[in-house]
C-alpha cells in the first residue's frame, strides 16, 4: 500500500507560481509511476502530467503545456508539480496518484492510490 501526501497549494495571483509536492510512502519510491490530476468544483477529475512508464518522457495536457513542469527527487521520495504562468482556469484540487497500468496515463481510472489533495486558488 501506498500513502500520498500533496501540499504547497494555496491563494496566488494570476501569472504567479506555484510548487506542489508530493511525498510517497509504502513502496520504493524508484518504483512508483506517478501522476497529477486536478478537480474543480462540479468536474471531473481531470488529467494534469504524468511520467512515462519507463520515466523517460514527461506528458502534460494540452491546458498545461508550456507552463507546468513535473519532477521528482527519489532520494526525499518526493514528486514535483511547478506551476507557472497561473490563470484562474487552473483552480482546483490538485491530486498525485499511483498509476497502476503502464498502458494509459491520463485517466483517473488508471491510478489506485490517491493522496488527499491541495487546493489552489488563482484570482484575478
Known amino acids: 500500500q501506498v500513502q500520498l501526501v500533496e501540499s504547497g497549494g494555496g491563494l496566488v495571483q494570476a501569472g504567479g507560481s506555484v510548487r506542489l509536492s508530493c511525498v510517497a510512502s509504502?513502496?520504493?519510491?524508484?518504483?512508483?509511476?506517478l501522476g497529477w490530476f486536478r478537480q474543480a468544483p462540479g468536474k471531473e477529475r481531470e488529467f494534469v502530467a504524468a511520467t512515462a512508464w519507463n520515466g523517460g518522457r514527461t506528458y502534460y495536457s494540452d491546458s498545461v503545456k508550456g507552463r507546468f513542469t513535473m519532477s521528482r527527487d527519489n532520494t526525499k521520495n518526493t514528486a514535483y508539480l511547478q506551476m507557472n504562468s497561473l490563470k484562474p482556469e487552473d483552480t482546483a484540487v490538485y491530486y498525485c496518484?499511483?498509476?497502476?497500468?503502464?498502458?494509459?496515463?491520463?485517466?483517473?481510472?488508471?491510478?489506485?492510490?490517491w493522496g488527499q489533495g491541495t487546493q489552489v486558488t488563482v484570482h484575478s
Open positions: 496518484g499511483t498509476r497502476k497500468t503502464p498502458e494509459k496515463y491520463d485517466s483517473a481510472d488508471l491510478y489506485d492510490y
Open positions: 509504502g513502496r520504493t519510491f524508484s518504483t512508483i509511476r
